[in-house]
DNA sequence: GAGTTGAAACATAGGCTCCG
DNA sequence: CGGAGCCTATGTTTCAACTC
């Protein structure tokens, strides 16, 4: 029990009704009342269960922003950006972990370029250029150990030159293995000089058929080889120190240079989109270095390093967070918190499964009363909430309005002048949006933002509750039209029945027979004979019925046919039967009972409209 | 759009390596 | 040198593909 006294101006009075009864609504476990000078509100519980406990989540990566980042670099007892990701985050395991080190480390290092090995009859041989830069290590050794280099290159289709150091320290172990000379760090060094200055002899054509593939084939040829000449000549000026190692957008200034000089010397436009292909390209080439990652303290300390991991985190794909987090309040509930808060003919609702925008999970409800007592004229009522709290200011600022204003209202039945817009019509609407991290338009909380991901589930929540309603409403205006039509027949009938009887001199006929089969009805009659009760269902509708049939009688029954059920309440006898009849057929009940006992006759599980009751 | 199904990845628990 | 975090095995959840 919580009780809470405020003080204030009431100018605003009904805004704060409105409040309370929105809140009774969403939280339809809780018995609210408002107590006020003069009068009082209260709002009485609509189930005794407690909403589903909510688990503890740890953040998703993607819902993160770099302050809570450096907080949580900071605060962590792990050491290892692996261990970071997996113990603080959900949803990251090894797998993830290491595919988000590696977008961070090419962020962070940069990735490395690999080039196309030359092909064996080319001049270039690594195998030569190895042998030469190996000294004092016995002939056969070298021969060994640049043979085993040169046909483990061969075997790629490119190379970085952390894959050349890899190679050559491969190269070595066999050839250790083999001629059991040792090959050291300072002639693995050598070699692996030796054998990046082959692979990278040719850069022009590599780089040319990068481009070529990248760009289309309306560009012309030589502007294509220009270009990739100058790209190539960016690669070449680097020392050797540097590995070809680069960011993605040290990349784009080398593109960009490249294709400014040619758009200012060759004449020829190089645009947005080849320059991003390009960089596709070749960035698809480029393998990631397998640096280990900075440790976690040294990424607390620098912000633009934990920059590029949030941009990492971000790049990466995660699985969804899971949802057990969320407390929706079920359809079931929606319903109940609706009906008992307005007076209304008929209630829809509809949950939908969680979804994601952002890292977080969230959860869209939704819920249409109709009809009764709710005011026909202007629009419908829009109620808005999140996480349970009706938001009350900025309605039209909010992704809600947007979503119903962009739903063809005629489709479910309602009004809608102008075919957009709000519908106008006795109905209210409510929205409920559940999330972890519910994305307002401000600060103030007053309207939910635009998130593409949250207005298309409040869409189909909303389309999927109307879709009930126009079905009530369908319904509503068959009954109706049946009901006219029975009402004339009605009085045309026992006239038409008087005429016929005069000019054919017989006896009248029973109309309410011939009515229930015009209007294709499910007659029910009663014959009594000698204590004997009989019950005639005819179905003279095109569908398969099973009326419930409750027969209530003054005194107990006996032969009661097959199916019925007996029940003794106050010196009345209930007798229940539940028949199937198929269309066009009829099915008889029977039972026996004293002359003089009264029967009365009850008949559930069709709708008035479509039932003639003749007992 | 809903339902189903198989697969892959994450979560969790318990021993071992490595940082401070 | 000590203790805490990292690494490996089993169960569960989510995702993607497919069909209606």
């Known amino acids: 029990r919580i009780e809470l006294e405020m003080e204030a101006n009431m100018r605003a009075r009904s805004q704060l009704r409105d409040y309370v009864k929105h809140t009774a609504v969403v939280n339809p476990h809780a018995r609210i009342e408002l107590r006020e000078p003069n009068g009082e509100f209260k709002a009485e519980r609509a189930t005794d269960r407690l909403p589903a406990d909510t688990e503890e989540i740890r953040p998703h990566p993607h819902g993160v922003e770099l302050g809570t980042l450096l907080k949580m670099l900071d605060s962590t007892d792990s050491y290892s950006v692996s261990g970071f990701l997996q113990g603080e985050f959900t949803r990251v395991g090894g797998k993830t972990a290491t595919s988000v080190i590696e977008r961070f480390n090419d962020h962070h290092y940069g990735c490395e370029m690999a080039w ?302 102008g075919g957009s817009g709000l519908p106008n019509g006795p109905a209210v609407v409510m929205i409920h949006v559940a999330s972890t991290n519910v994305p307002f338009t401000s600060e103030s909380k007053d309207a939910i933002a635009n998130v593409p991901e949250i207005e298309d589930e409040i869409e189909l929540a909303v389309r999927e509750a109307a879709r009930e309603l126009k079905s009530y409403l369908n319904k509503r205006q068959s009954m109706q039209q049946r009901r006219e039509k029975q009402d004339v027949l009605s009085t045309v009938l026992p006239e038409m029945a008087e005429k016929l009887a005069d000019i054919t001199e017989r006896d009248q006929l029973e109309i309410d027979d011939s009515l229930a089969r015009i209007m294709n009805n499910v007659l029910v009659e009663r014959h009594v004979e000698n204590g004997t009760v009989k019950l005639v269902v005819e179905n003279h509708s095109g569908t398969n019925e099973s009326p419930d049939v409750t027969e209530i009688v003054s005194a107990e029954p006996s032969a009661v046919s097959d199916g019925a059920r007996v029940v003794e309440m106050d010196g009345e006898w209930f007798v229940k039967w539940s028949p199937e009849v198929e269309s066009d057929d009829e099915s008889v009940l029977e039972y026996e009972i004293d002359d003089d006992a009264s029967f009365d006759l009850d008949v559930t599980g069709i709708e008035s409209e479509k039932l003639t009751n003749n007992a």
């Open 116 to 417: 196309q090995p030359p092909k064996t009859h080319d001049d270039t041989d690594i195998e030569a250029a190895v042998t030469d830069a190996v000294a004092n290590k016995g002939r056969e050794a070298t021969d060994v150990f640049a043979a085993a280099v040169a046909d483990r290159v061969a075997e790629r289709e490119r190379l970085a030159h952390h894959n050349i150091v890899e190679i050559v320290a491969n190269g070595a172990d066999a050839a250790e293995v083999d001629t059991g000379t040792a090959f050291g760090d300072t002639v693995q060094g050598k070699a692996v000089a030796a054998a990046w200055n082959a692979v990278r002899t040719d850069l022009d054509a590599d780089l040319y058929a990068l481009v070529d593939g990248a760009t289309s084939t309306r560009k012309d040829d030589v502007v294509v080889e220009s270009f990739a000449e100058r790209l190539a000549a960016k690669f070449d000026t680097e020392d050797d120190e540097t590995r070809d190692r680069l960011t993605r957008d040290a990349l784009r200034g080398y593109v960009d240079r490249a294709a400014d000089m040619t758009a200012e010397r060759d004449d020829v436009s190089f645009g947005e989109t080849a320059r991003e292909n390009v960089i596709g390209a070749i960035w698809n080439a480029c393998r990631t270095v397998p640096d280990e990652p900075p440790k976690v303290r040294t990424i607390a300390d620098d912000r633009d390093t934990a920059s590029a991991l949030l941009d990492a985190m971000r790049e990466t794909d995660i699985i969804a967070p899971p949802t057990g987090c969320l407390s929706p309040i079920t359809a079931d509930l929606v319903r109940s918190g609706l009906e008992k808060e307005f007076d209304a003919d008929f209630y829809a609702s509809a949950t939908r499964d969680a979804g994601v925008h952002g890292g977080d999970p969230f959860i869209v409800e939704a819920g249409i009363a109709y009809g009764g007592d709710l005011a026909a004229e202007g629009g419908v009522e829009l109620l808005r909430f999140a996480n349970r709290v009706p938001l009350v200011y900025q309605r039209g600022a909010c992704a809600t309005t947007d979503v119903l204003k962009g739903i063809g209202w005629r489709n479910y039945g309602l009004d809608q002048p």
